[in-house]
């Protein structure tokens, strides 16, 4: 008697198909002046309220660990792309702000990055099935209770 599909088979499908997506995006990813992980950043950053968080809060939005993390801000804070700063009314933690350099050019590469996405994903799944992936996939990403 079949017990129903196999979270395992399923786990192993998702993942194949994310590694191989990213292999494409990768390969057409404009790598002139930021790297895709440095983009990452750029991207968590321009999607929160004032274009900043606290380091600790963004790390939990990368797929890099926290030492990772903060030698990337770092990086980024030296090419003027983010800056950090110590909150006047809490001196325990960073908080990393997008600059307008970084900014503009998270938005120039954002769009090549879109344009690459698009072509990846042309032809494969109808509107439906993309909005059927995304809630899919926020679910998974929420976590059982969630």
């Known amino acids: 008697m079949s017990r129903g599909p196999d979270p395992i088979v399923a786990w192993e499908a998702l993942f194949r198909a994310q590694v191989s997506v990213m292999r494409d995006l990768s390969a057409d990813f404009p790598q002139d002046s930021i790297s895709m992980t440095e983009y990452d950043v750029l991207f968590n950053l321009s999607r929160l309220p004032d274009r900043q968080a606290r380091l600790k809060d963004l790390g939990g939005q990368l797929l890099i660990t926290q030492p990772s993390v903060s030698r990337l801000v ?52 109808d509107d439906d099935e993309l909005r059927t992936l995304t809630e899919l996939c926020d679910r998974i990403r929420r976590g059982p209770g969630a």
């Open 74 to 125: 770092e990086r980024l804070a030296a090419d003027g792309l983010v800056e950090k700063f110590t909150p006047p009314d809490d001196g325990r933690g960073t908080v990393v702000r997008l600059t307008e350099a970084g900014a503009a050019i998270y938005r120039r590469i954002g769009i090549e990055h879109a344009r690459a996405i698009r072509r990846r994903f042309e032809g494969i799944l």
